[in-house]
């Protein structure tokens, strides 16, 4: 186990600002260039240790995303507990493989040489998660950190800070304090730690505070990852089960942290003719799952926080929606928590349909045919997920060509996120770059080109004086015309 400096990291936290940003990052700093986080070794003791963190711990992670959050059980074991440690699972079973150079062609060019790719980790760097899935978006980012052998700095949300300040408690307890450190705080703290020089900045969360992050990165010719949201759309054709995708959209929307997740389903897209019988689906659905007095039910996450819940508010008590609400609307400021709400046929310019959601509200936009639905999408910045349910799939190939998205899910909603395969990041408004499985370890490593030659294979035509054979062997060369490059090596003129 690492160092216990619980304590001391509490008594830092209170008044952290630039200077003890500044001397955190020289720590750390002189931790990595120690090398102590090269080997293999080291990086797999850290990640088996992750592991038992969250094993040795897992109750009180519940407890503290039930404070937090109001977070089912199921919820937070299916995607944060388990996530995370499979994340740490992946990582150790392939780290040794994810390290080693990577064989590359060589060319007549530098004949005979053999080259490589070497994954070299980036140094000293900072993440900085959001507060709807606090322990997975603090610590997923830190596993693919340790995994590259960096020192890192996590800063997770205040707004969920029970969940903050467990972590705060645990790192230290598991992990090599040296090189792996935890900052509680707010924008004061993390402002102070963007002041610094990084080597990554790996940002979860708004795209406004994204763009601040991205300047204070400029700074110091900082790359950065930015994990965003956007507004992630669902096209329901009618040639569908419709059961089936009934469940996974509530699956998707409201089972996961109420709709406050980045993938959730922002609004969904179906031809006029075929709303009626999906909204009676979703009623009788929502009704199954969540009771009669969904406001009671205890599988629903509740509203983070007073400011999310006004921001919700907001949007179903603009004007341009009024009457729209045909299911839920239910509403308790005091918990705070919104029930699941569906409306229909929103206009384009109402606030609900120009901010990402985040929360139980879901519109639905009809089109008179579902091809129609791509130029909807299309009209919008470029969303972090869009789902597409259907049974034709010429819709399904059209869909993929046409629908620019970080990721995309046919006949579901969210699970592709759960596979270390694929790679789980945005694109235009919804962020750049992307994380998970052994994207996780390229996004935290540097991929360092390595030419080795011995002495030999010396080309004379190379140096100057450059004579006309020589720039005629040298055309040939570069030009990989090898019946050229014989016949300027042999003198002959080519006809
Ligand atoms: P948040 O309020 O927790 O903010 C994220 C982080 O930014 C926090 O650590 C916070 O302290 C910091 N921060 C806030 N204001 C700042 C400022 N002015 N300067 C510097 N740092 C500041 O989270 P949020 O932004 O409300 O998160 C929700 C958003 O995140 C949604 O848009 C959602 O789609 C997106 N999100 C994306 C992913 C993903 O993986 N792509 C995951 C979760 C959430």
């Given amino acids: 186990m690492g160092d216990k400096g619980e304590e001391g990291d509490r008594m830092a936290l209170m008044k952290f600002d630039n200077e003890s940003a500044a001397s955190l990052v020289s720590e750390l700093r002189g931790s990595f260039n120690s090398g102590r986080t090269r080997g293999y070794e080291w990086r797999a003791v850290q990640l088996k240790m992750m592991v038992k963190l969250i094993d040795n711990h897992e ?9 937090d959050l109001s977070k089912p059980e199921m919820e937070s074991f299916i995607s944060e507990i388990s996530m995370t440690k499979n994340s740490c699972k992946v990582s150790l079973k392939e780290l040794k493989h994810w390290m080693k150079p990577e064989r590359a062609k060589t060319t007549l060019t530098s004949f005979p040489s053999s080259a490589e790719i070497v994954s070299e980790p ?63 705080g707010a924008v004061a703290e993390t402002t102070a730690l963007l002041e610094q020089r990084w080597d990554k ?25 930015l994990e965003l949201g956007g507004k992630s759309p669902v096209v329901v054709d009618s040639n569908i089960n419709l059961d089936v995708a009934v469940k996974r959209i509530i699956a998707g929307k409201w089972a996961c942290n109420n709709g406050q997740a980045c993938i959730a389903p922002d609004y969904v897209i179906t031809p006029k003719s075929f709303a009626p019988k999906l909204i009676d689906a979703f009623k009788h659905t929502l ?89 909807v999408i299309n009209s919008k910045s470029k969303p972090l997920a869009a789902y597409l349910f259907t049974k034709n799939k010429q819709l399904e190939k059209d869909f993929v060509n046409a ?12 699970i592709h996120l759960a596979l270390h395969t694929l790679p789980f990041g945005g694109v235009g408004e919804s962020g750049m770059g992307s994380y998970h499985g052994k994207f996780s370890f390229d996004a935290f490593s540097h991929k360092k080109a390595v030419l080795h030659r011995g002495f030999g294979g010396e080309a004379s035509a190379r140096y100057p004086p450059y004579t006309p054979k020589k720039q005629r062997l040298l055309r040939a060369l570069l030009n990989g015309d090898i019946i050229g490059l014989i016949l300027a090596l042999i003198g002959w003129p080519r006809v």
Wanted: aromatic content about 6%; overall charge negative.
């Fill in 59 to 67: 109750s009180e992670i519940v407890e503290a995303l039930r404070s």
């Fill in 122 to 184: 980036l140094g000293v760097v900072l993440v900085i998660s959001a507060w709807n899935y606090p322990f997975l978006l603090s610590l997923d980012p830190v596993i693919g950190a340790i995994a590259a052998g960096n020192a890192v700095v996590l800063k997770p949300s205040e707004i969920s800070p029970a969940t903050s300040s467990l972590m705060a408690r645990l790192l230290p307890e598991y992990l090599d304090r040296s090189v792996v450190r935890i900052v509680e």
């Fill in 201 to 225: 900045i790996f940002y979860t969360g708004n795209g406004k505070v994204g763009r601040i992050v991205m300047a204070a990165a400029a700074k110091h010719l900082t790359p950065v990852v």
């Fill in 287 to 375: 009704e199954k799952f969540y009771g009669k007095d969904p406001l009671e039910s205890k599988d629903l996450s509740r509203i983070v926080n007073s400011n999310h819940f006004s921001r919700l508010a907001k949007l179903l008590d603009d004007e341009k929606v009024a009457g729209k609400i045909v299911h839920g609307g239910q509403r308790d400021e005091k918990r705070p928590t919104i029930a699941p709400t569906i409306l229909l046929d929103v206009p384009q310019d109402s606030l609900i349909m120009n901010e990402e959601i985040f929360g139980p509200l879901l519109p639905i936009i009809t089109v008179d045919k579902v091809e129609d639905s791509f130029n």
């Fill in 403 to 414: 629908v620019s998205a970080g990721g995309m899910l046919i006949n579901d909603t969210c």
